[in-house]
């Protein structure tokens, strides 16, 4: 074990006493001591001592009152201290001299030797007291060896790395385990008035363990608690704690849960001896605590483990009547993966190799990786709304692992994004033992309990109606299960939820929509006034869904006809936007007051990009989830316009869901007439926009309100000496603003039709359309697609095509954007960068920079 010694070199004389005395220790190899004086003649001084620091299992301060009073020495001790925080190092004061250290709060807290921190000089005999830090410290080195020695066992190695139906899911690694997927999730901390206070990464509340000592952990189901709980297991291990893990969810915890723990220590460890374990190192980890009997009994007994975690499934369901048992926990609840979570747990499971050499992280790696973005950000219905299954691991890894595995026969009516949601469905009953002859009853029972709420429309009903429903399903189908144990597999499989209020649900939203789906789509003919409805007020986001999974249970055309007609009246008054320089003629007037596309700089790497975007993502998926009461509120009191705008927004998003997901199975003249149609609907809503924007006294009024914010801006940043304007100047910077706001909507028009109805699996059908209309905008919807989603810029190509009469200065803008934004998320060569910027006139963004700089 290697020892750091922390001293003043005043105190130098006491380094060789000590060295000497600890010999034996040395010499049977049990520890390598160090200190600055045995750093050689030409390295860094300081840095060699970090590393040094930095790489010690147990830190001697030597105290003195030249100690206390050293700059660098009260430096070393609060690294030393802050490593005992992070890492388990053990960090020993020996007390040299009588000095003022217990006026120090964190020494103090410290076990000091020699004995009960008796001053090495207060000793008769000096060998006398380094004998006795001798024994002391042979204690401690030995408790650390065994901890260190201490090998988990077989069996629960396995179930640590266990990952279930993950395991022999990748299509490159034979087995996966929980270390090759694990992503820490964010957790919403808590006070212990259980008030929110942040959110912060859960790695940083386990590096935080030691000061923390009390942990409580909430989560909802399938939120990734156990696995939490297995990382907590590894990473403390990995310190020198003794962690163990404990639950009993079937046995409520009963009996005594000392018992529990050492019996759980023993199958944890192998060739474990309790007695030689150092209570202090245990750290219990109780997994499912909110199925215990004698919660409160529990935690007084959990009392005499410095550091111990609990997890629950709810921080303020927890119901204990002594609330002051669990005041001093610190409170945190597990989140929903975030943009950025997501994008980095696909991105382990695509990196996942028995290859050496991993990945290469080439174009198609990126294609790869944005089809798995897609599928599951369209699977956890964040297209179209705030989402309707949980952000959670096992969610994402279920979709892609059935993504990646994808075995499904061709002649089956559901489409593939149905199969994801079939499977999950699927797999909770074969969890809970439900047999295949079996499946049938309890897939028919859920469509009709799904109708039975939409009927009523209700999201929930109650014990009273529940009884009804039941009584009316058994009378109407024969029922080969057991009434009892259907309810209890579908409510212990989370497919259905009871409250505390006795009321019955669908646990989550993408499973009742699953199910009134199917309903509606066998029952076309019968239902179709419902169905009419439905597609009539697709810019409710319950519509949107409802429409997407008919679409996945049935290819019924009629349905499709139905979307297509509704789609030709979204603002039908306008003709699509050409972006020709005849149309935009007013816009091209202002490009100089447009900020200009860039190229990366030579600096920045895709991952860098990429990580970024996932940030603003991060930032806008905040924002909403922060605001959502108000925007709901503000969606409800919508005038007509902005009905029909989110209407048509909603209507394209289903429509391009629907040919992705039938575009193996859909006529060929089918996908076109709705790609086409769903093109020209955002074609539509833009000149609409260009309409409004052209008028002076939209740009007045605009403005106006621009001035009146900045104004506002300059008063609050008065104190801080801001600079004022003159009105023209304000008035200058207004109407910048205007007009690259403009600019941007114009350009994110464009980009929604590319996100909404582009797709791999549609190129050639896209190709044709594009190709038939033949305007600006249609040439850059193609090559937005051709970016996207084959990772194809043709460079060539479209230098030629736009020098064509009639293509705009604003749709170049806007094709430069595209290139630049495309450069920016992909892996380009510096020969292709050199073609790019000669070709189309794009810099990169360090020589503007530079030039700014210069300027």
Not at 380 to 406: N, Q
Not at 728 to 746: G, P, R, S
Not at 784 to 800: E, F, H, T, V
Request: proline fraction near 2%; aromatic fraction near 10%; glycine fraction near 4%.
């Amino acid at each position: 074990m290697k020892l750091f010694i922390s001293y003043s070199h005043e105190d130098e004389n006491h380094i060789e006493d000590f060295i000497k005395h600890i010999a034996p220790l040395r010499n049977n190899g049990l520890i390598e001591e160090w200190y600055d004086r045995k750093i050689e003649a030409g390295k860094d001084f300081q840095n060699t001592i970090d590393n040094n620091l930095e790489r010690a299992d147990i830190i001697c301060l030597f105290i003195s009152a030249s100690f206390l009073a050293s700059k660098a020495c009260m430096k070393e001790k609060k690294e030393a201290l802050l490593l005992k925080e992070q890492k388990g190092v053990r960090v020993i004061p020996i007390i040299l001299s009588p000095s003022g250290w217990l006026e120090d709060t964190e020494l103090k807290e410290l076990l000091a030797i020699p004995t009960d921190g008796k001053p090495v000089t207060d000793f008769k005999d000096k060998n006398t007291a380094w004998q006795d830090v001798f024994k002391w410290l042979k204690t401690v080195i030995q408790t650390e060896i065994y901890h260190k020695k201490l090998k988990i066992s077989n069996d629960f190695q396995k179930f640590i790395d266990n990952t279930e139906l993950l395991q022999k899911s990748h299509p490159d690694k034979d087995i996966v385990k929980l270390g090759d997927i694990f992503i820490y999730p964010t957790v919403s901390v808590y006070d212990n008035l259980k008030e929110y206070q942040k959110k912060e990464s859960s790695e940083i509340i386990l590096n935080q363990i030691t000061k923390l000592k009390k942990i409580l952990i909430a989560g909802e189901d399938q939120s990734g608690k156990t696995a939490l709980c297995k990382k907590i297991f590894t990473e403390t291990k990995s310190k020198g704690f003794l962690p163990v893990y404990l639950s009993d969810k079937k046995n409520q915890f009963l009996g005594n849960i000392d018992f529990k723990i050492d019996k759980a220590l023993k199958e944890q460890y192998e060739d474990i001896d309790i007695d030689k374990i150092d209570l202090k190192r245990i750290i219990p980890i109780i997994d499912d605590f909110h199925y215990a009997k004698h919660k409160e009994k529990h935690l007084e007994h959990l009392s005499k483990y410095e550091i111990h975690i609990i997890i629950v499934d709810d921080i303020f369901g927890l119901n204990i009547r002594q609330e002051t048992l669990i005041a001093s926990y610190s409170h945190v609840k597990i989140c929903q993966f975030s943009s950025s979570l997501r994008y980095e747990l696909i991105k382990k499971w695509s990196d996942l190799t028995d290859k050496k050499d991993g990945p290469i992280k080439d174009n198609d790696y990126y294609q790869a990786l944005d089809k798995r973005i897609e599928v599951i950000e369209t699977a956890l219905g964040k297209v179209i709304g705030k989402g309707i299954m949980p952000s959670y691991p096992f969610f994402i890894l279920s979709i892609i692992s059935t993504y990646d595995t994808f075995d499904k026969p061709l002649d089956k009516e559901i489409s593939s994004q149905g199969y994801y949601y079939q499977a999950l469905i699927f797999f909770y009953l074969r969890k809970q033992g439900v047999k295949n002859e079996h499946f049938d009853t309890y897939l028919n029972f859920l469509t009709e309990f799904s109708f039975e709420l939409y009927k009523l429309k209700k999201s929930e009903i109650s014990q009273r109606e529940f009884d009804t429903f039941l009584d009316n399903y058994l009378s109407e189908y024969n029922f080969p299960v057991k009434k009892d144990v259907l309810l209890e597999n579908l409510i212990v499989t989370q497919i259905l939820l009871i409250d505390s209020f006795n009321n019955y649900s669908f646990n989550y939203q993408y499973i009742y929509y699953f199910f009134i789906a199917k309903y509606l789509a066998e029952n076309i003919d019968k239902e179709k006034d419902n169905i009419e409805k439905i597609i009539n007020n697709l810019h409710k986001n319950e519509n949107a869904y409802i429409a997407i999974f008919i679409s996945h249970h049935s290819n019924n055309e009629q349905i499709l006809d139905e979307i297509l007609i509704n789609s030709l009246y979204l603002f039908d008054k306008y003709k699509p936007a050409t972006l020709n320089s005849a149309e935009t003629a007013f816009f091209d007037d202002k490009l100089d007051d447009i900020v200009k596309a860039v190229l990366p700089s030579k600096t920045s790497t895709p991952e860098i990009e990429r990580s970024n975007l996932q940030k603003r993502k991060d930032a806008q998926e905040e924002f909403e989830e922060e605001n959502s009461e108000i925007i709901e509120q503000i969606e409800e009191d919508d005038d007509e316009l902005s009905i029909e705008l989110r209407r048509s927004i909603k209507t394209v998003e289903v429509m391009g869901l629907i040919i992705r997901n039938r575009s193996g199975s859909m006529k060929k003249t089918k996908l076109v007439e709705i790609f086409e149609e769903g093109m020209n609907v955002h074609l539509r809503i833009l000149t609409s926009f260009f309409d409004v924007i052209k008028q002076d006294d939209t740009e007045k009024e605009i403005v106006e309100i621009i001035k009146k914010r900045l104004n506002a801006i300059i008063e609050d940043k008065e104190q801080g000496q801001a600079k004022e304007l003159r009105k023209d100047q304000l008035e200058k910077i207004a109407k910048t603003i205007f007009w690259n706001l403009n600019f941007h909507v114009t350009y994110g028009f464009l980009n929604k039709i590319i996100h909404s109805l582009g797709a791999d699996t549609l190129l050639p059908v896209i190709e044709s359309v594009c190709d038939k209309i033949d305007t600006p905008s249609s040439f850059l919807i193609k090559h937005g697609i051709l970016m996207w989603y084959s990772k194809n810029l043709q460079i060539d190509n479209i230098a030629d095509y736009i020098e064509k009469d009639g293509f705009s200065k604003t749709a170049k803008n806007i094709l430069n954007y595209q290139i630049a934004n495309h450069c920016a998320l992909h892996s380009i060569n510096f020969k292709d960068y050199d073609r790019i910027e000669k070709k189309f006139g794009i810099p990169r963004k360090n020589i503007i920079m530079l030039k700014a700089k210069n300027k």
